[in-house]
Protein backbone atom coordinates (compact mmCIF):
# COMPACT_ATOMS: atom_id res chain seq x y z
CA UNK A 1 0.00 0.00 0.00
CA UNK A 2 0.97 3.35 -0.73
CA UNK A 3 0.34 5.92 2.21
CA UNK A 4 2.18 9.24 1.20
CA UNK A 5 4.54 10.58 -1.83
CA UNK A 6 7.36 13.18 -1.93
CA UNK A 7 8.29 13.98 -5.55
CA UNK A 8 8.54 16.50 -7.81
CA UNK A 9 5.48 17.79 -9.41
CA UNK A 10 5.48 16.91 -13.11
CA UNK A 11 1.98 18.43 -14.60
CA UNK A 12 -0.95 19.52 -13.16
CA UNK A 13 -4.56 18.54 -14.48
CA UNK A 14 -8.07 19.18 -14.15
CA UNK A 15 -8.90 16.75 -11.23
CA UNK A 16 -5.39 15.04 -10.71
CA UNK A 17 -1.41 15.53 -10.13
CA UNK A 18 1.10 14.10 -12.15
CA UNK A 19 4.40 13.74 -9.44
CA UNK A 20 7.36 12.68 -10.11
CA UNK A 21 9.18 10.35 -7.53
CA UNK A 22 12.60 9.33 -8.22
CA UNK A 23 11.85 8.67 -11.80
CA UNK A 24 8.55 7.10 -11.64
CA UNK A 25 5.72 8.90 -12.04
CA UNK A 26 2.68 8.56 -10.19
CA UNK A 27 -1.07 10.05 -11.29
CA UNK A 28 -3.11 11.03 -7.93
CA UNK A 29 -6.73 12.13 -8.37
CA UNK A 30 -7.25 15.30 -5.79
CA UNK A 31 -10.11 17.29 -4.92
CA UNK A 32 -9.99 21.40 -6.54
CA UNK A 33 -8.66 22.81 -2.60
CA UNK A 34 -5.73 20.35 -3.23
CA UNK A 35 -4.78 20.69 -6.41
CA UNK A 36 -4.78 24.79 -6.06
CA UNK A 37 -2.38 24.26 -2.78
CA UNK A 38 0.03 22.45 -4.61
CA UNK A 39 3.44 24.07 -5.84
CA UNK A 40 4.07 24.99 -9.55
CA UNK A 41 5.49 22.39 -12.44
CA UNK A 42 8.91 21.29 -11.23
CA UNK A 43 8.83 22.27 -7.59
CA UNK A 44 8.49 19.37 -4.45
CA UNK A 45 5.24 17.81 -3.27
CA UNK A 46 4.10 16.04 -0.41
CA UNK A 47 0.41 13.94 -0.85
CA UNK A 48 -1.14 11.50 1.77
CA UNK A 49 -2.26 8.91 -0.26
CA UNK A 50 -5.58 6.67 -0.46
CA UNK A 51 -5.46 3.89 -2.64
CA UNK A 52 -7.94 1.80 -4.01
CA UNK A 53 -7.95 -1.10 -5.84
CA UNK A 54 -11.03 -2.55 -8.18
CA UNK A 55 -11.04 -5.90 -10.28
CA UNK A 56 -10.04 -3.30 -13.38
CA UNK A 57 -8.38 -0.65 -12.08
CA UNK A 58 -5.65 0.77 -9.39
CA UNK A 59 -6.20 4.41 -8.70
CA UNK A 60 -4.53 7.15 -6.50
CA UNK A 61 -6.23 9.69 -4.47
CA UNK A 62 -4.18 12.30 -3.32
CA UNK A 63 -4.77 15.02 -0.19
CA UNK A 64 -2.67 17.82 1.22
CA UNK A 65 -2.84 17.09 4.93
CA UNK A 66 -4.13 13.94 6.73
CA UNK A 67 -7.36 15.78 7.79
CA UNK A 68 -8.04 15.63 4.41
CA UNK A 69 -7.50 12.12 3.89
CA UNK A 70 -9.66 10.86 6.77
CA UNK A 71 -12.77 12.80 5.46
CA UNK A 72 -12.48 11.29 2.40
CA UNK A 73 -12.02 7.39 4.20
CA UNK A 74 -15.41 8.32 6.25
CA UNK A 75 -17.12 10.08 3.41
CA UNK A 76 -16.54 7.02 0.83
CA UNK A 77 -18.01 4.75 3.70
CA UNK A 78 -21.03 6.29 3.32
CA UNK A 79 -23.29 4.26 0.95
CA UNK A 80 -23.95 6.73 -2.56
CA UNK A 81 -20.63 8.27 -2.09
CA UNK A 82 -17.83 7.39 -4.39
CA UNK A 83 -14.51 8.70 -5.04
CA UNK A 84 -15.71 11.16 -7.29
CA UNK A 85 -18.32 12.80 -4.91
CA UNK A 86 -16.32 12.76 -1.62
CA UNK A 87 -13.43 14.66 -3.88
CA UNK A 88 -16.80 17.23 -4.73
CA UNK A 89 -17.32 17.82 -1.22
CA UNK A 90 -13.67 18.08 -0.06
CA UNK A 91 -13.40 20.69 -2.90
CA UNK A 92 -16.33 22.49 -1.63
CA UNK A 93 -15.69 22.29 2.09
CA UNK A 94 -12.43 22.71 4.02
CA UNK A 95 -12.44 19.36 6.83
CA UNK A 96 -13.51 21.91 9.56
CA UNK A 97 -16.32 22.92 7.43
CA UNK A 98 -17.34 19.66 7.28
CA UNK A 99 -16.72 18.95 10.64
CA UNK A 100 -19.09 21.68 11.69
CA UNK A 101 -21.71 20.48 9.01
CA UNK A 102 -22.08 17.19 10.08
CA UNK A 103 -21.91 18.64 13.58
CA UNK A 104 -24.34 20.93 13.09
CA UNK A 105 -26.48 18.59 10.49
CA UNK A 106 -26.08 21.41 7.82
CA UNK A 107 -27.18 19.25 5.02
CA UNK A 108 -27.87 22.55 2.72
CA UNK A 109 -23.75 23.31 3.30
CA UNK A 110 -22.86 19.76 2.47
CA UNK A 111 -25.37 20.05 -0.56
CA UNK A 112 -23.09 22.70 -1.64
CA UNK A 113 -20.93 20.30 -3.85
CA UNK A 114 -21.40 19.12 -7.08
CA UNK A 115 -23.00 15.69 -7.36
CA UNK A 116 -24.85 15.89 -3.78
CA UNK A 117 -28.37 16.22 -3.81
CA UNK A 118 -30.57 16.49 -1.02
CA UNK A 119 -31.66 13.19 -0.33
CA UNK A 120 -27.23 12.09 -0.06
CA UNK A 121 -26.94 15.26 1.66
CA UNK A 122 -29.18 14.04 4.74
CA UNK A 123 -27.69 10.25 4.34
CA UNK A 124 -24.20 11.68 4.73
CA UNK A 125 -25.25 13.83 8.15
CA UNK A 126 -26.99 11.17 9.15
CA UNK A 127 -24.28 8.31 9.14
CA UNK A 128 -21.51 10.48 9.56
CA UNK A 129 -23.00 11.79 12.98
CA UNK A 130 -20.53 11.33 15.67
CA UNK A 131 -17.64 10.49 13.89
CA UNK A 132 -15.66 13.72 13.48
CA UNK A 133 -12.61 12.71 13.39
CA UNK A 134 -10.53 13.42 16.54
CA UNK A 135 -7.73 15.85 16.50
CA UNK A 136 -9.14 17.78 13.65
CA UNK A 137 -8.97 21.54 12.77
CA UNK A 138 -12.36 22.31 14.43
CA UNK A 139 -12.09 22.97 18.61
CA UNK A 140 -14.14 20.49 20.98
CA UNK A 141 -15.98 23.38 22.49
CA UNK A 142 -16.84 24.86 19.38
CA UNK A 143 -17.71 21.48 18.18
CA UNK A 144 -19.82 20.62 21.24
CA UNK A 145 -21.82 24.11 20.37
CA UNK A 146 -22.53 23.38 16.93
CA UNK A 147 -23.53 19.58 18.12
CA UNK A 148 -25.90 21.13 20.65
CA UNK A 149 -27.28 23.15 17.88
CA UNK A 150 -27.64 20.33 15.29
CA UNK A 151 -29.68 17.97 17.93
CA UNK A 152 -31.39 21.16 18.79
CA UNK A 153 -30.48 20.85 22.63
CA UNK A 154 -28.68 24.00 22.50
CA UNK A 155 -29.90 26.54 25.37
CA UNK A 156 -32.48 29.91 24.06
CA UNK A 157 -29.96 32.35 24.13
CA UNK A 158 -26.93 30.60 22.33
CA UNK A 159 -30.00 29.39 19.49
CA UNK A 160 -30.98 32.70 19.11
CA UNK A 161 -27.61 34.51 19.10
CA UNK A 162 -26.45 32.43 16.25
CA UNK A 163 -29.90 32.61 14.88
CA UNK A 164 -29.39 36.77 14.61
CA UNK A 165 -25.81 36.08 13.13
CA UNK A 166 -26.78 33.69 10.67
CA UNK A 167 -29.72 36.60 9.64
CA UNK A 168 -26.91 39.05 9.14
CA UNK A 169 -25.49 37.12 6.53
CA UNK A 170 -23.17 34.81 8.36
CA UNK A 171 -23.39 31.04 7.77
CA UNK A 172 -24.55 28.68 10.57
CA UNK A 173 -20.93 27.41 11.22
CA UNK A 174 -19.49 30.96 10.99
CA UNK A 175 -22.03 31.73 13.69
CA UNK A 176 -22.07 28.79 16.12
CA UNK A 177 -17.67 29.20 16.00
CA UNK A 178 -17.89 32.98 16.89
CA UNK A 179 -20.68 32.31 19.53
CA UNK A 180 -18.36 29.29 21.08
CA UNK A 181 -15.61 31.45 21.19
CA UNK A 182 -17.31 34.44 23.33
CA UNK A 183 -18.99 32.00 25.40
CA UNK A 184 -15.36 30.29 26.25
CA UNK A 185 -14.08 34.08 27.21
CA UNK A 186 -17.36 35.31 29.05
CA UNK A 187 -19.01 32.01 30.43
CA UNK A 188 -22.10 29.88 29.63
CA UNK A 189 -24.63 32.71 31.65
CA UNK A 190 -23.42 35.72 28.78
CA UNK A 191 -26.87 37.15 27.77
CA UNK A 192 -28.31 37.02 24.32
CA UNK A 193 -27.29 40.56 23.23
CA UNK A 194 -24.03 40.35 24.34
CA UNK A 195 -23.14 37.16 22.84
CA UNK A 196 -24.27 39.00 19.29
CA UNK A 197 -22.38 41.78 20.05
CA UNK A 198 -19.25 40.16 20.90
CA UNK A 199 -20.29 37.43 18.42
CA UNK A 200 -20.09 40.43 15.69
CA UNK A 201 -16.94 41.41 16.70
CA UNK A 202 -15.50 38.04 16.59
CA UNK A 203 -16.68 37.88 12.98
CA UNK A 204 -15.30 40.88 12.19
CA UNK A 205 -12.02 40.44 13.42
Given at each position: MIGKLKGIVES????????????????????????????????????????????????????????????????????????????????????????????????????????????LAVRIITELKGKVPAGGAVDAGVLGLQSALGEGVASGTVADAVSALTNLGYSSAQASSAVARVMAREGEDTPTEKLIRLGLRELSS
Open positions: LNDDSVLLDVQGVCYQAFCSTRTLQNLPRVGEGAVLFIEMMVREDFIRLYGFGSLGEKVWFELLTSVQGVGARVALAILSALAPAEISSAIALQDKAMVGRANGVGPK
